[in-house]
């Protein structure tokens, strides 16, 4: 008897992923249900690759020959401050829900394409806000051992620039995600300027949660990093390069802003990119950056993985050559030669 749910589709990668290149599906499953999702893991072994919106993923023109599961879990519920949602959930309607439900503390991670259940893989966050600060356990499935376990966030490995246990590992599946909410409709204090500035206040500042939110995607909207098929902008995986984080930043790279890291010194990858000559909009045929930043690498069209490889790693060259640093991929690569 064939797992349960399995269906039959020909399936491209370049169909299930934001950046729309990469290669065949071999079987594809697409649970709709938490128990479907944790027994079709279960079912189809290691092997399986699981996908929630296909935002942080690239995968080779070969694509994948096995199993594919593609989340669709959808439960949420609602109890007092704590919000659990299902790893297939779309991220930015619970944002959107939690707001309606008079919750804060998600406002300003409105507007990011994905899952719920990809949010803890890296630590997702944008203008000055982090998951991590809202989170308080997920359930996952141990994929060695059968387990399926509820953690509370210290375990989680949380700490460096986007990083988490779950980060380029295919050990355990995120079932579902519980955040802690405050119940309110006042946002957390702003700390980005560019935002804070857009709601005509001062740093730290707060403001009505959907003022918030509509701040934060009309930001998002003119940077390029809402989805949006007809602009080319937003066929890619957001950044591509990860912020580096260094025990010695190099002489060449001393002007590049830098933050602090629990690892080292946090440098801007966007920089690097744009001061080793690659400007926004710089493109080689069907690849280029995002016309309005240098950190989203973006498929203009036609594009095949192998280009877009391409094309990253020759930013990747530029940027090592001028600042003797070597730029990583945000995004996670699966059967990619970069
Ligand atoms: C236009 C644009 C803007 C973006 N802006 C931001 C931003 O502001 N901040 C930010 O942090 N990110 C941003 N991103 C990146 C991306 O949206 C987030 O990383 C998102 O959380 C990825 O979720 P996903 O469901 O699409 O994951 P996918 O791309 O489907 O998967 C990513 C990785 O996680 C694994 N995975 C996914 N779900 C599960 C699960 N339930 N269990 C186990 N493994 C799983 C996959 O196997 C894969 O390895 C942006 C991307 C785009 C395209």
Redesign the pocket.
């Known amino acids: 008897m064939p797992p349960r749910g399995w269906i039959a589709l020909s399936v491209t990668f370049s169909d299930l ?2 950046m729309r290149v990469g290669g065949p599906v071999g079987e594809l499953h697409v649970p709709t249900s938490t128990d479907e999702f944790v027994g079709t893991v279960r079912d189809a072994g290691r092997e399986a ?9 690239i995968v080779g023109d070969e694509g994948w020959p096995g199993p594919v599961i593609k ?1 669709a879990s959808g439960e949420i519920t609602v109890n007092g401050g704590l919000v659990t949602a299902a ?1 297939g959930v779309e ?1 930015d309607r619970l944002v959107e829900l939690t707001i309606n439900e008079g919750l804060a503390g998600l406002e300003c991670l409105s507007g ?4 719920v ?3 803890p ?2 630590n ?3 203008y000055g806000a982090l998951t991590s600060e809202v989170l308080e356990s997920v359930t996952v499935f141990d994929r060695e051992t059968g387990a399926l376990e509820n953690w509370p966030t210290e375990r989680l490995g949380f700490g460096s620039h ?1 990083q988490s246990v ?1 980060k380029h590992s295919d050990r ?3 079932v579902d995600v519980t955040y802690r909410l405050r119940p309110g409709k006042q946002s957390d204090p702003i700390r980005y300027a560019g935002l804070a500035s857009a709601l005509d206040l001062e740093i730290g500042g707060t403001a009505d949660t959907s003022d918030v939110r509509e701040s934060v995607i009309a930001i998002r909207r003119q940077r ?4 949006d098929a007809a602009d080319h902008d ?1 066929w ?4 591509f390069f990860i912020n580096p984080v260094l025990t010695q930043v190099p002489d060449e790279a001393k002007e590049c802003p830098q933050f602090p890291d629990v690892k080292g010194t946090k440098l801007a990858a966007g920089w690097l990119v744009h001061n080793a000559g690659f400007a926004p909009g710089y493109r080689r045929g069907n690849v280029g950056l995002s016309t309005r930043h240098a950190l989203a690498v973006t498929n203009r069209g036609g594009a095949t993985t192998s280009e877009v490889m391409e094309f990253a790693a020759h930013i990747r060259e530029g940027v090592e050559r001028a600042f003797k640093v070597r730029l990583g991929p945000e995004c ?1 690569l699966v059967n990619c030669l970069f």
């Open positions: 992923t934001t690759l699981i996908i929630g919106g296909g935002s942080n993923l989340i790893a991220w990011i394409p994905g899952l259940g990809g949010t893989i890296q997702v966050g944008a986007r779950f355990w599946a995120v390029g990093m809402v989805l937003t890619s995986v957001g950044s996670d």
